[in-house]
């Protein structure tokens, strides 16, 4: 594959057979092209996307629907603000484990009895945390909706949480945390998050660490669930093939016995992380490494910055796209890597700005230097025609976020959780068209400084380290991969 | 609007479906009829033509959202490399972006981009695609640069073009396989299940060495080989006027000159795994995990569709024969996978198995191979052949959501079938299918005696391997 960051079709289909006839008649020959200029494309089609229909139970919980008749499904979605934003200091994973463990017991029905419906019903269930929020979602043939709207009700409304299942899904989880060891990825993320954010709620991982993994109790899971999971802080998102008339009764009867208990407030949004002051480099030794992952970043915006627009167009320039500088420099021009990116995270508070890349290890040294180009470069005036095609690439490739009903529900769910206006979506093209040049270059200046950033680097120590040295970035903390994970203590995860 | 719709048999279907889903124990629901009458329809009308060069081009209109698809494939894979030049289809693909005569180095990027376009391809043993998602505007400057590299790119090529994707795609290796964990698996179960020069006997991404080795006229040779228009497709799908796109498609593809030699036909003799081949692999990783694969019959030969849902009946949702046992009941593994991979020259059942920490392969080999020896000695139940045809059709539907997504299934069932519209037949051979049907193909078709048993463990742990057949049940039979 050419980019594995953009595809989007992993492995849709195989391998198929041998080649075949073509029933077709023939056309008659046409004019020869016209090659000396490529055609220039007309003005752009005027994106015109279905406002979501407001409704409210009884209870008062928002629904927000969009009808699209296209494919016979529905994509069904409970979103609850809070998410690991929200786990206790001393469980950290407690909202995710507490997502995890929804399909393993709701209403009446065993961990077995779920799986066994939704498999019959053709349906996708998801349940996780991200920072920001929980979301569980039921993806469902619409003739089968009554039965999916039912399922995910009782997933968020009735869990069981039997004792069995917590064990089950605490010995699933200490394995996952264990085989983080293996990819140099994860090894990079964990690591990145504790450099750029300390102490902070962000430089933890949302799915925790194998401490509060082993401690977190039946009684933590089952607080959680009866303070975060109530109706004053969730929302509900439906798109697909349905109507109002016949959404809203199933909606009134799988949601509506759904009461707020008294005194629930919703979790606070955790406050700003500081910012980093200093360059320091972490280098990790992962011995035999073929690619050495760099992850260079600092503390970013959050969601509601005022700078959304110019930021979004400034890292498309500097990485966020195929042609942008980061990966136009390290992939294209030097070949040192399969991709490099960046990105800004933007959550309700202050999430990390990341720049990164898996490099050869022989290059190490030569990427760094070139991410710093780079990092420095974009600081600098954004020549016009690198503005104007990122500004259209940025705008005009939006409309293909729309296609399926899961996007346009993660759409729906986004402008719910960030507060975003009614014509966030049907402006957004003129938004990013009105960026200019001293825009980019006034975020850029504030929100990308390589002289104060974490670099962390995960590769052969032997044979990267006297390059990553002979770069002076500043100091150096050398870590081993139980420094950053913890020691493997070799305590057998499950005891069946 | 042309969209896909569902006949009314698919709704009684489904509606019946749903009444019976309110059962929570695993009951067996009214088998369903088979056949044509009572199965879903997903029309996706399109338009298909010949171009006088040979091209084939196959239009479907969806006006949804403001984006077309354009999606060509070339009917040639790592199946066809010559010895000594493993990795090369996939190779070529990566330069087939880096400009043709009349598109300048990089500018197949930025034109695109700078119409709010992506772009991408990918590489198998059997096809090579690529494909442009645009703004629907922008559909002529899609047309200029596929047609472009189809008829000028050698006008261009240089040692120095193929040296620049060369690291690439070594970096896009090192990054997939290498770095990796249990990335081996992917060069090792190719060269044991398939004898030395069979087509499938090395990977897509093929060895440092043959990447090192491929040289410009390498790209001359495959190109006047395998990139004529009449080995290609073209799939255009989204928000366009057929009529219009046609005269776009004829204009820009009326340059680009037929091949000089056509195709040779796709073809391989049989091959069959001599024995069982037992293969013990070291790997930075933690755990050991087993792969057990199989030579299974070619896509759409009798067997193909019954693998499809034994996979579905073995492996998929927590019920599922293999991961109720190894997972759920006994907890000695953390994740199952089976699928069948089909193929044109032949297809691969394989079966994947993490052990937890304290397990050895031996003690889950033996366990799949207890629900093996089931599964041939009684038929699942209706439920559980149900289950995998719902969510078979399930994801049917959710690979119709997209423009992209329809493009490649039209020129998938074109390349594979003969008819783009070959999805349907295809449901239907799986909704025919009954339990008994799912049985048989196990007994014929995943033999004790003729199948790679393949571990990847931790290194310096061999020991947790599957390297001799565990004793007692699962014996030679």
């Not at chain 1, 005027?46 to 529905?74: C, D, T, W």
């Not at chain 1, 390290?330 to 490099?340: H, I, M, V």
């Not at chain 2, 579905?312 to 069948?340: C, E, F, H, P």
């Amino acid at each position: 594959m050419r980019n594995a960051r953009l595809a989007v079709l992993a492995a849709l289909l195989a391998a198929l057979a041998a080649g075949a006839p073509v029933a077709a008649g023939q056309t008659a020959a046409a004019a020869m092209p016209d090659r000396s200029k490529a055609p220039e494309p007309g003005p752009p089609a005027p994106l015109r996307l279905p406002s979501p229909q407001k409704l409210r139970l009884a209870n008062g919980v928002p629904v927000f629907l969009i009808e699209r008749h296209k494919v016979p499904l529905v994509q069904t979605i409970v979103v609850l603000r809070g998410g690991a934003s929200a786990d206790p200091a001393e469980r950290p994973g407690l909202a995710s484990f507490t997502a995890s463990l929804l399909e393993r017991g709701a209403g009446s029905r065993s961990a077995l009895e779920i799986s066994d419906l939704a498999d019959f019903l053709g349906a996708q269930v998801d349940a996780h945390a991200g920072w920001d929020a929980t979301t569980v979602g039921v993806n469902v043939p619409a003739a089968r909706l009554e039965s999916g709207l039912g399922l995910l009700a009782d997933l968020v409304l009735h869990p069981t949480f039997p004792a069995a299942e917590i064990e089950r899904v605490r010995a699933e989880l200490l394995t996952e945390l264990l085989q983080r060891r293996d990819d140099p990825e994860e090894i990079a993320a964990v690591a990145f998050d504790r450099a750029v954010f300390g102490k902070h709620p962000y430089g933890r991982s949302i799915e925790g660490d194998e401490a509060s993994a082993r401690a977190v109790t039946r009684e933590d899971v089952v607080r959680f669930h009866g303070t975060r999971y109530v109706p004053t802080v969730a929302a509900l998102v439906i798109v697909g093939d349905v109507t109002p008339s016949v959404l809203s009764p199933l909606l009134e009867r799988s949601f509506g016995p759904w009461a707020a208990a008294a005194g629930i407030t919703p979790p606070a949004v955790v406050p700003p992380a500081p910012q980093i002051t200093a360059r320091r480099v972490y280098l990790i030794d992962k011995p035999d490494s073929a690619q050495s992952q760099i992850w260079i970043g600092r503390v970013g915006p959050p969601r509601s910055t005022s700078d959304y627009f110019p930021l979004t167009v400034a890292n498309t320039i500097l990485g966020g796209s195929f042609t942008s500088r980061l990966n136009h420099n390290l992939r294209e021009t030097k070949g040192y890597t399969y991709g490099a990116f960046s990105y800004f995270d933007f959550r309700l508070s202050t999430g990390p700005f990341l720049a990164a890349a898996g490099v050869q290890t022989d290059k190490t040294g030569p990427a760094l230097v070139e991410f710093f180009k780079e990092l420095e470069g974009i600081r600098a005036p954004v020549p016009p025609d690198e503005l104007r095609r990122a500004r259209n690439y940025t705008a005009r490739r939006f409309p293909a976020g729309f296609e399926t009903d899961a996007q346009v529900a993660g759409k729906i769910r986004d402008q719910f959780l960030y507060g975003l206006p009614d014509d966030f979506f049907n402006g957004y093209l003129s938004r990013i068209e009105a960026v200019t040049a001293e825009d980019v270059r006034r975020v850029a200046r504030k929100g990308i400084n390589p002289a104060a950033c974490a670099v962390v680097i995960v590769g052969d120590r032997q044979k990267i380290e006297s390059q990553v040295r002979a770069l002076n970035l500043g100091p150096i903390t050398l870590q081993s991969i139980d420094d950053v994970l913890g020691p493997a203590d070799g305590t057998p995860v499950a005891k069946p | 609007m042309h969209l896909p719709t569902l006949s009314t048999g698919v709704l009684a279907l489904l509606l019946a479906s749903a009444a019976a889903s309110g059962q929570t124990a695993p009951a067996a629901s009214p088998a369903s009829p088979a056949g044509p009458a009572s199965c879903p329809r997903i029309d996706i009308p399109y338009t298909q033509f010949r171009l006088p060069n040979g091209l084939t081009v196959i239009l479907h209109e969806d006006h949804t959202v403001p984006i077309v698809a354009v999606d060509v494939w070339y009917h040639v894979g790592s199946a066809r490399e010559k010895p000594g030049r493993t990795g090369f289809a996939h190779l070529f693909e990566h330069i087939l972006f880096e400009g043709s005569k009349h598109v300048k180095t990089g500018e197949f990027d930025t034109l695109l981009e700078a119409a709010g376009g992506t772009n991408n391809g990918s590489t198998n043993t059997d096809r090579t695609n690529y494909y442009e998602v645009v703004p629907s505007n922008a559909l002529p400057l899609a047309l200029f640069l596929e047609s472009d590299r189809m008829a000028y790119l050698l006008d261009v090529m240089s040692a120095a073009r193929v040296d620049q994707q060369r690291d690439v795609v070594k970096n896009e290796r090192r990054q997939r396989i290498e770095n990796q964990p249990y990335g081996i698996a992917v060069l090792k179960l190719p060269e044991l299940l398939f004898p030395a020069g069979h087509p499938y006997s090395w990977s897509v991404i093929g060895s440092m060495e043959d990447l090192s080795a491929a040289t410009h006229q390498d790209v001359e040779d495959f190109f006047k080989r395998w990139y004529g228009p009449e080995n290609a497709s073209l799939v255009i799908a989204g928000d366009f006027d057929s009529r219009a796109a046609r005269a776009l498609v004829e204009k820009w593809f009326a340059d680009v000159p037929r091949g000089k030699t056509p195709p040779e036909p796709f073809f391989a003799p049989p091959a069959r795994v001599a024995g069982e081949k037992r293969v013990t692999v070291e790997d930075k990783v933690q755990l050991p995990r087993l792969y057990m694969a199989w030579l299974t019959p070619a896509h759409f030969l009798p067997g193909d569709d019954a693998l499809d849902i034994l996979s579905s009946v073995l492996a998929s949702g927590k019920n599922s024969r293999l991961y109720k046992r190894l997972v759920y009941d006994l907890q000695i593994a953390q994740d199952v996978s089976a699928t069948q991979d089909s193929r044109a020259l032949g297809s691969i059942f394989t079966v994947t198995v993490t052990a937890r920490e304290g397990h050895n392969l031996s003690e889950i080999e033996r366990v799949v191979q207890e629900e093996l020896d089931r599964v041939k000695a009684e038929p699942p139940s209706q439920r559980e052949v149900e289950r995998a045809l719902n969510q078979y059709e399930a994801d049917v539907y959710r690979s119709v959501e997209q423009a992209l997504g329809k493009a490649e299934l039209l020129n998938a069932y074109d390349f594979a079938a003969g008819r783009p519209d070959y999805l349907n037949e295809d449901l239907w051979r799986h909704r025919a299918l009954d339990p008994k049907d799912v049985q048989s193909v196990a007994g014929r078709e995943l033999p004790d005696d003729a199948r790679v048993v393949l571990s990847v463990v931790p290194a310096g742990k061999t020991e947790l391997g599957a390297s001799v057949r565990p004793a007692g049940k699962g014996g030679p039979r």
